[in-house]
């Protein structure tokens, strides 16, 4: 099972906060994760720097937790800025809000 975290988020902007949530959500459910996926966005005003700035953050998370940082996921509009970074994953998104 993977952990997804967004830093945007604010139950889990702080990587402490997110490492707690991670420990509720096993605790709760009885699944145990194995990895952290950094999911960080902010919809369709994602920028190469909001990602940028997430990578740290989650390192920390995963750190803090003991599990390894599987990936970061970009916009594949955005994939050229990260490209060659093996730890980058390209996603399309199909998830779309009420209000946009």
Same mark, same amino acid.
């Given at each position: ?13 702080? *990587?402490?906060? $997110? ?42 998370? $995963?750190?803090?937790?003991?599990? *390894? ?32």
């Amino acid at each position: 099972m993977l952990y997804v975290v967004n830093r945007n988020r604010p139950e889990v902007s702080t *990587p402490e906060g $997110a490492a707690a949530m991670l420990r509720e959500i096993e605790s709760r459910s009885g699944a145990v994760a194995t990895g952290i996926a950094n999911n960080t966005h902010l919809m369709g005003l994602t920028a190469p720097e909001t990602v940028e700035g997430s990578i740290g953050y989650a390192e920390s998370v $995963a750190g803090l937790t003991g599990l *390894p940082l599987v990936f970061t996921t970009v916009p594949r509009n955005l994939y050229g800025h990260f490209a060659g970074n093996p730890g980058i994953l390209p996603i399309d998104v199909h998830v779309r809000v009420p209000w946009d």
